[in-house]
């Protein structure tokens, strides 16, 4: 009895795996081309609001990476990830850092880059658990392997949790300062990098003095960043 039993059970775990797998290797390649309307957070925002009696937000207009400002990717890149497009994915030089602060530290800091991001807000829940950071792990292997860098920024500002219910480069333009993707300023752009740690605690729209600080750290960053993308992948387009 007991040798069918356990032939079932590896069976039903191999089943798993592979419809893991394939599933997951589907929705990856598939991301690569088609926009990314609905993410896990946003579907779990909503559900929050529900029971918190609050009537449902959800703004998010997908837009192509063409029609954002060129200094969002900038303000998020010295804000967040300054290796962004020379690492793959895991910026070991800020593991290592973090790593020997936190021995100090209260509270401690993260490491997570743009990529990471970008896997855990198409992909994953937003609670932190070690489960969720081995999903995390393979899913930034996976969209480093299958799409460019310019991809990954592009899904990253359009599925970023920007504020209350707000969701992406475009809705945030519209509602917090009543303009497009394509047309935000260098202030505009630290202003939302530097709210991005809190998106629902801080405001880009209404900075408080600490967040214009940072607005100010992120803008004497920006001035240091060469352009995004890098100028030799758009030689190679145009070819």
């Known amino acids: 009895m007991r040798k069918p039993l356990i032939k079932k059970i590896l069976r039903?775990?191999?089943?798993?795996?592979v419809f893991f797998f394939v599933s997951t290797i589907l929705a990856v390649v598939a991301y690569r081309f088609i926009p990314v309307y609905v993410t896990p957070l946003m579907v779990i925002r909503s559900i929050e609001q529900l029971f918190a009696k609050d009537k449902p937000t959800w703004k998010h207009t997908w837009v192509s990476f063409d029609k954002i400002s060129p200094n969002l990717p900038t303000a998020v890149i010295a804000s967040e990830d300054n290796r962004f497009a020379i690492h793959n994915g895991f910026d070991f030089v800020e593991i290592k850092k973090a790593m020997k602060e936190n021995e100090k530290r209260k509270r401690k800091r993260g490491a997570s880059t743009i990529s990471?991001?970008?896997a855990k807000n198409v992909f994953l829940w937003p609670k932190s658990s070690?489960?969720?950071?081995?999903?995390?792990?393979y899913f930034t292997f996976m969209i480093e392997l299958c799409w460019s860098k310019e991809r990954i920024m592009e899904v990253y500002l359009n599925s970023i949790e920007m504020g209350k219910?707000?969701?992406?480069?475009?809705?945030?333009?519209?509602?917090?300062?009543?303009?497009?993707?394509?047309?935000?300023?260098k202030a505009q752009s630290a202003l939302i990098a530097a709210t991005l740690p809190n998106p629902i605690r801080f405001d880009?729209?209404?900075p408080s003095s600490y967040i214009l600080r940072r607005q100010t750290q992120i803008m004497r960053l920006m001035n240091q960043m060469p352009p995004f993308p890098p100028a030799e992948n758009k030689k190679t387009k145009k070819r």
């Not at 039903?12 to 795996?17: A, E, K, M, P, S």
């Not at 070690?130 to 792990?137: D, I, T």
């Not at 219910?165 to 300023?185: D, P, V």
């Open 165 to 185: 219910g707000i969701y992406g480069a475009e809705a945030t333009a519209r509602q917090k300062f009543g303009t497009t993707a394509a047309k935000l300023s």
């Open 204 to 206: 880009s729209a209404k």
């Open 12 to 17: 039903y775990i191999r089943n798993l795996l």
């Open 116 to 118: 990471q991001q970008t």
């Open 130 to 137: 070690w489960a969720r950071k081995g999903f995390e792990v």
